[in-house]
């Protein structure tokens, strides 16, 4: 088995379920994604055995993100679901 290497991918474009449900079909079955900063960038360190991701891929990925993120706003509005609602949380008193 070949040693894992990681690298960082920037996040720009990318739906978090979408790099993690894909990874696996681009980089192998025992890749791991994760969400990551990187020089004060956001993305994600992709740790596989298998072939870095390449540029074709990466923008495959960000048009699956995007048809993804449409698809959800179209449930979201079809539900009449508000996103920003506000949330009831029930904190406990502290105790002195």
Known sequence: MAAANSYFVPGYGISRAVIQNEIHYYC???SIVRPYVHQGRDGF???TSGPPLTK????????SSQEYEEKQSRI??????FVNQPVA???RMRRV
């Open 45 to 47: 360190l992709v740790t």
């Open 76 to 81: 979201a509005n079809e539900s009449n679901v």
């Open 28 to 30: 192998g079955p025992d």
């Open 89 to 91: 949380v029930h904190q």
């Open 56 to 63: 074709a891929q990466i923008e495959d990925l960000k048009i």
